[in-house]
């Protein structure tokens, strides 16, 4: 076999969506920061091209690159490599990154209970995972300060007419719509209508509306359209369904750790949640993330919550993947009959 790289892979997926770990053969990207380095992958796009296109990926796919952590109390950091995106912060595939340390003993695994500081690009992370029999059986990782953005304000979205929505940051930049106002089942058999139907009120709303965060100034889109389900309560126990539409047109499998945390700082900005509550979102095929708010804290001058969020997550494999020289394809190629064409 003739290969001018080899690159060393965990394959994982938490609560449904796939979250691969680059455990070897990559240098760490140029950089001072790991923000900065998450922009070099992000410009130079070789990386995320080769593991992200056919014939190695696919658009159902995230990669997570390992790197030495920059911040002195972190064990390790990542960099998250999604369809379209290089964000600061990802739920579930903090879960995944998470569970590989653990599992593929990159970092020495304590039962019952192991605690990890991770740094994301955005920042960083506490993980608390909860371990028997040599498996990290449920992670539980305080996501970036969340915060509420706009609630209910207008957008027009062609082909839709005016809806409301909310717009949020979770660990990354969330415009939220009522799959009911909207007339739309959140039911596996309905996915490729919920993920065009997201990806243009994305696009509607990066039209609009200008992201801000004062921590991250280039981070300026909404990256993601959350159909957020109606909230039922039993007690203290609040239930919706968290689904998710990605760019350029997919759906997450898992109820998204970014956007539980999204929606648990509407409801807070909203007086409808609290730190003696506790959250189940429900993903596209059942399963299920919690969350809670551990406090309030601020954001520059934006009230913002500290949410943390749990799920589990299993090893499907290990890879290597490789170039052939010959390969014409070294980047590998989207086609638009899987790879969904960005559109308005």
């Not at 909404?222 to 039922?232: D, Q």
Request: charged content about 20%; overall charge negative.
């Amino acid at each position: 076999m003739r290969s001018t790289k080899v690159i060393h892979v965990v394959s994982c997926h938490a609560e449904g969506e796939v979250g691969d770990v680059i455990v070897g053969g990559v240098a760490p990207p140029p950089g001072n920061t790991v923000w900065d380095q998450r922009n070099w992958i992000a410009r130079d796009q070789v990386l995320r091209n080769f593991m992200l296109n056919e014939p190695r990926g696919g658009v159902f796919r995230h990669v997570n690159l390992l790197v030495p952590p920059r911040h002195p109390e972190a064990q390790a950091a990542w960099i998250i490599m999604e369809p379209e995106d290089t964000p600061p912060m990802s739920g579930s595939n903090s879960i995944c990154v998470s569970t590989v340390l653990l599992d593929s003993g990159i970092i020495p695994m304590r039962e019952p209970v192991t605690e990890m500081v991770l740094e994301a690009p955005g920042g960083l992370v506490r993980v608390r995972a909860e371990c028997a029999q040599g498996k990290a059986e449920r992670i539980h990782v305080e996501n970036l300060p969340s915060f509420a953005t706009r609630l209910e304000v207008p957008l027009e979205v062609p082909g839709l007419g005016c809806l409301t929505v909310d717009t949020a940051f979770g660990g990354d930049s969330f415009v939220v719509v009522d799959p009911v106002a909207l007339g739309i089942e959140l039911v596996a058999g309905n996915a490729r209508e919920i993920a065009e139907t997201g990806i243009r009120i994305t696009n509607a709303a990066n039209a609009r509306y200008r992201f801000e965060h004062p921590g991250q100034p280039d981070w300026t889109h909404h990256s993601f359209c959350l159909f957020a389900g109606p909230v039922s309560r039993q007690g203290n126990q609040l239930r919706a369904q968290s689904v998710v539409a990605i760019q350029p047109g997919k759906l997450d499998r898992s109820p998204t750790g970014t956007a539980v945390s999204a929606r648990m700082a509407i409801l807070h900005a909203r007086n409808q949640m609290g730190p003696e509550d506790r959250f189940t979102g429900v993903s596209i095929i059942g399963s299920e993330f919690h969350g809670r708010i551990l406090g309030e804290t601020r954001v520059g001058e934006i009230p913002a919550i500290r949410p943390e969020i749990s799920g589990r997550a299993w090893i499907t494999g290990t890879h290597q993947h490789m170039l052939d020289p010959a390969d014409p394809w070294p980047e590998g190629y989207r086609i638009s009959d899987t790879w969904p064409r960005l559109f308005g």
